[in-house]
Antibody, heavy 121, light 111 residues
Framework: QVQLQESGPGLVKPSQTLSLTCTVS????????WSWIRQPPGKGLEWIGY???????RYNSLLRSRVTIPVDMSKNQISLRLSSVTAADTAVYYC???????????????WGQGTLVTVSS | QSALTQPPSASGSPGQSVTISCTGT?????????VSWYQQHPGKAPKLIVY???KRPSGVPDRFSGSKSGNTASLTVSGLQAEDEADYYC???????????FGGGTKLTVL
């Protein structure tokens, strides 16, 4: 069973860059699309963007200017970079895998446990 | 990207059935058969319980069922149990431009 584990700083200062890593174990990154999804405290889910094993990426139009999602096949890791953060970016950040191999339908069968990132000085 | 519309809350007594709606547009829910539902308990990650409108992943009880009519999808929980008390989110594929949109979530209370 594939497992996803997010890691990174829990506190980021305003205007800085939020950087998180999702390590995939029990399976390969190959063949799937991987997304980052966030959830502000007490609020709903927001899709941030996806990356494929081949490096094809797409981002939420509202965040596109600030987001990059690199993939490192050698380490079986997907990362998230969100620049110029503000308090509005405070959220639990999840990495998630599509339910179907080669599928790109926005249906997420595997999720990491999530990591809380607080933006504060 | 506009969120899909869900009622903020729903409730039912043990053994009863509850239906949660998820309303979108012809650009998302109505345009594709890629609607999924997630169950989220406090402090936990969301769990996929329905995909492709009405399919259940292995291990999800058949008490959970999904359907769609026009621009509105629905999740029905039959034979309510105490452990069904959670937040439920829908989402839908929204095409190559917007990709995916989520509903605002529904808090299900088992009375």
């Amino acid at each position: 069973q594939v497992q996803l584990q997010e890691s990174g700083p829990g506190l980021v200062k305003p205007s800085q860059t939020l950087s998180l890593t999702c390590t995939v174990s029990g399976g390969s990154i190959s063949g799937y699309y991987w997304s980052w999804i966030r959830q502000p405290p007490g609020k709903g889910l927001e899709w941030i963007g996806y990356i494929s094993y081949s490096g094809n990426a797409r981002y939420n139009s509202l965040l596109r200017s600030r987001v990059t999602i690199p993939v490192d096949m050698s380490k079986n890791q997907i990362s998230l970079r969100l620049s110029s953060v503000t308090a509005a970016d405070t959220a639990v950040y999840y990495c998630a895998r599509e339910s179907q191999m080669m599928g790109k339908t926005g249906e997420f069968a595997q999720w990491g446990q999530g990591t809380l990132v607080t933006v504060s000085s | 990207q506009s969120a899909l519309t869900q009622p903020p809350s729903a409730s039912g007594s043990p053994g009863q059935s509850v239906t949660i709606s998820c309303t979108g547009t012809s650009s998302d829910v109505g345009g594709f058969n890629f609607v999924s539902w997630y169950q989220q308990h406090p402090g936990k990650a969301p769990k996929l319980i329905v995909y492709e409108v009405s399919k259940r992943p292995s291990g999800v009880p058949d008490r959970f069922s999904g359907s769609k009519s026009g621009n509105t999808a629905s999740l029905t929980v039959s034979g309510l149990q105490a452990e069904d008390e959670a937040d439920y989110y829908c989402n839908s594929y929204a095409g190559s431009n917007n990709y995916v949109v989520f509903g605002g979530g529904t808090k299900l209370t088992v009375l």
